[in-house]
T-cell receptor
Framework: DTGVSQDPRHKITKRGQNVTFRCDPISEHNRLYWYRQTLGQGPEFLTYFQNEAQLEKSRLLSDRFSAERPKGSFSTLEIQRTEQGDSAMYLC?????????????FGNGTRLTVT | AQKITQTQPGMFVQEKEAVTLDCTYDTSDPSYGLFWYKQPSSGEMIFLIYQGSYDQQNATEGRYSLNFQKARKSANLVISASQLGDSAMYFCARAGGTSYGKLTFGQGTILTVHP
């Protein structure tokens, strides 16, 4: 079990550029989640996948954000035309299933800074 | 919005002493789960303990226990025999309804353990 891995760890980009983050979940986990965490706050839910199907998206996820999980394994989160307000830590998590006692296992996150 | 409230922005405890971190929650779901996560300065979110709303007994995991008072809608985390490595941010989170991986987090409590 190598845990959830995210790449890159840090990303600095200029406003208006597009960025893409990758998440590799724990291999046997079929649920994958994206959260966003700003400084001093708890993480906020963005979206989640059951295998390759995206089942729910938060209202926080504007149309500049898109997430995919094409083969039900790794996932990507793309932000188009980045804005300074997008600066945050983007956390990926996975769980075995959606059972109530199936905890989320988080990666170390990708810290995005938009200048 | 169904909120999670952590009223203690910061807590201090002496090494080897016990400490209680407070958490209260709103919910209209008859079935829900409560989680505690630890976030050290390195950024990863570490799952500590889970309590189901229908569980008859308070959850325990090693030095962590959860003081669950359903009628008061509180789920306080108790850390016994604090260690220096316990210094971190602690988040309470609730999952409910049909999306058990969609967690709502509180704002967190920073715990500092003094030698």
């Amino acid at each position: 079990d190598t845990g959830v891995s995210q790449d890159p760890r840090h990303k600095i980009t200029k406003r208006g550029q597009n960025v893409t983050f990758r998440c590799d979940p724990i291999s046997e986990h079929n649920r994958l989640y994206w959260y966003r965490q700003t400084l001093g706050q708890g993480p906020e839910f963005l979206t989640y996948f059951q295998n390759e199907a995206q089942l729910e998206k938060s209202r926080l996820l504007s149309d500049r954000f898109s997430a995919e999980r094409p083969k039900g394994s790794f996932s990507t989160l793309e932000i188009q035309r980045t804005e300074q307000g997008d600066s945050a830590m983007y956390l990926c998590a996975s769980s075995l299933d959606g059972a109530r006692n199936s905890p989320l296992h988080f990666g170390n996150g990708t810290r995005l800074t938009v200048t | 919005a169904q909120k999670i409230t952590q009223t203690q922005p910061g807590m201090f405890v002496q090494e080897k002493e016990a400490v209680t971190l407070d958490c209260t929650y709103d919910t209209s779901d008859p079935s829900y789960g409560l989680f505690w996560y630890k976030q050290p300065s390195s950024g990863e979110m570490i799952f500590l303990i889970y309590q189901g709303s229908y569980d008859q007994q308070n959850a325990t995991e090693g030095r962590y226990s959860l003081n669950f008072q359903k009628a008061r809608k509180s789920a306080n985390l108790v850390i016994s025999a604090s260690q220096l490595g316990d210094s971190a941010m602690y988040f309470c989170a609730r999952a409910g309804g049909t999306s058990y991986g969609k967690l709502t987090f509180g704002q967190g409590t920073i715990l500092t353990v003094h030698p």
